[in-house]
C-alpha cells in the first residue's frame, strides 16, 4: 500500500470552507459526492491522506461536498479529471482557482505592440463581473508585474499557486473596501540574458533593463489600456504592484513618473536589486532621497516577512520609512510598511498578503 497526501489551496473567498476529493477510489467515495474525503484546513492547506495499492491508479476531482460546487479553472471552465498513478508515497498539491457556484468576472488575453520594448508584449487581463453587466460604466486599473503567477494556478509554474488577484479583488469590491476594477497582469519574457539572469529579473531590474520597462508601463501599456478598455483615466484611479523585483520596479516606475499611478503595492520588495546592493548603497532608496517633491497623494502599501530572503530586508525598510518620513509622509496615511512575522519570500506567502496590499493602495 502506498500513502497519497493531498494538499489544496483554496480560493481567497471563504477559505476555510470544507473542501473535498471526490473519486474513482473506494477511499474516495467512489465519485458519490456524498462519500468523498472531506479534508482538514491547516491554514493555508485543506489536508487529508488515503491509502492505495502500490501500482494502481486512481482518477478525482476536488469540490465543497457536491458537484455544484465543484473547482472550476481560471476561466471558471470545470477541468477534466486529475489522475495519479500510484508507485510510491507521494503528495498531491493543488490550487483551486475557484468554484463552478462562485466563478465571476472574466480572465482573457490581450497583445499589444511595444515601441519601447521592440516587441509585442502579451497581457492578461481581468474584467470584473460589472465590466459585461454595465456597458457605459467605467473601472479603476491595477496593473501587476509578473503576470503568469497573478491570476492562473496552471500558468503560475513551478509552485503552481498564483495571487489571486481577481479573488481578492472581488471580495474587497464586495465587502466596500475598494471599487471593482480591471487587473492587468503584464507577462514577461522566458529565458536567460547575457548577464546570466532571467530576462524577467533583467527587465524589472532598474540596474539593467527596468528602466525602459518603466517607461513602457507609464507611457505605453497605460494609455493601451485607456484606450482599448473602459478605465478611469485619472492617476487616483490606477494601482502598480508586484512582488520581489516587480515590487521595486513598481517603487521605481513611481519615482520616475510621478502623476501617473495613485496607489503602489509592493510586497517583499527586492531594494538590493541583482547587485546585492546594501541598505546605505540602495539606488531606489537613493533616487527616493534625491527627488525633491512626491505626490503627496501617492498612497504607498510595502511589506516584508521574517523568513527566507525577507529576513535581511528590514534595514531597507527601516531606512525606507526614514526617508517617507522627511519629505512630510505620514505613516499608515500617505505609507504603511510591515513586517509580517512568518511570512517568506513565496507565492504562498503574497497570496495571503496582496489584499492587504491592494486595498490600502486604493484608498482616496
Not at 503552481?160 to 469590491?173: N, Q, R, T, V, Y
Not at 471599487?179 to 524577467?200: A, N, Q, Y
Not at 517633491?293 to 502599501?301: A, F, G, I, N, V
Request: hydrophobic letters at 40%; aromatic letters at 8%.
Amino acid at each position: 500500500m502506498s500513502r497519497i497526501r493531498f494538499r489544496i489551496v483554496p480560493p481567497i473567498d471563504r477559505s476555510s470552507e470544507g473542501v473535498f476529493i471526490s473519486g474513482s477510489s473506494d477511499v474516495l467515495g467512489a465519485w458519490d459526492s456524498a462519500k468523498a474525503l472531506r479534508l482538514t484546513w491547516q491554514p493555508p492547506f485543506h489536508t487529508g491522506e488515503i491509502e492505495v495499492p502500490t501500482s494502481s491508479h486512481f482518477e478525482y476531482k476536488i469540490t465543497r461536498g457536491s458537484w455544484e460546487r465543484e473547482a472550476v479553472d481560471a476561466h471558471g471552465n470545470v477541468p477534466g479529471n486529475l489522475s495519479h498513478e500510484v508507485w510510491l508515497d507521494a503528495t498531491l498539491q493543488h490550487t483551486v482557482a475557484d468554484w463552478k457556484d462562485r466563478f465571476s468576472g472574466r480572465l482573457t488575453r490581450d497583445v499589444m505592440v511595444s515601441r519601447l520594448l521592440a516587441q509585442d508584449r502579451e497581457l492578461l487581463i481581468w474584467l470584473p463581473s460589472g465590466y459585461s453587466r454595465e456597458s457605459e460604466h467605467r473601472f479603476p486599473l491595477i496593473i501587476l508585474h509578473d503576470g503568469d503567477a497573478i491570476f492562473d494556478p496552471a500558468l503560475s509554474q513551478p509552485s503552481g499557486i498564483d495571487l489571486a488577484a481577481d479573488e481578492w479583488a472581488s471580495m474587497l469590491a464586495r465587502r466596500g473596501m475598494m471599487p471593482e476594477s480591471i487587473i492587468v497582469g503584464v507577462r514577461h519574457p522566458e529565458g536567460f540574458s547575457p548577464e546570466d539572469i532571467t530576462l524577467r529579473d533583467y527587465e524589472l531590474s532598474p540596474e539593467h533593463g527596468g528602466e525602459g520597462y518603466s517607461r513602457f508601463v507609464a507611457q505605453e501599456l497605460v494609455a493601451h489600456m485607456d484606450q482599448h478598455y473602459r478605465t478611469i483615466a485619472t492617476p487616483s484611479s490606477r494601482i502598480l504592484g508586484g512582488v520581489g523585483l516587480g515590487a521595486l520596479n513598481a517603487f521605481h516606475t513611481a519615482l520616475r513618473h510621478p502623476g501617473v499611478f495613485g496607489g503602489i503595492a509592493c510586497l517583499s520588495t527586492s531594494f538590493e536589486d541583482v547587485s546585492q546592493s546594501l541598505p546605505a548603497t540602495c539606488a531606489a532608496l537613493r533616487l527616493l532621497e534625491e527627488t525633491p517633491t512626491l505626490d503627496k497623494k501617492l498612497r504607498m502599501h510595502f511589506d516584508y516577512g521574517d523568513q527566507e530572503i525577507d529576513e535581511c530586508y528590514e534595514g531597507y525598510h527601516g531606512l525606507l520609512a526614514s526617508l517617507l518620513r522627511a519629505k512630510g509622509f505620514v505613516d499608515g496615511r500617505e505609507f504603511q510598511i510591515q513586517r509580517i512575522p512568518g511570512a517568506g519570500h513565496t507565492p504562498i506567502s503574497w497570496r495571503a498578503r496582496l489584499g492587504n496590499a491592494l486595498s490600502f493602495a486604493a484608498r482616496s
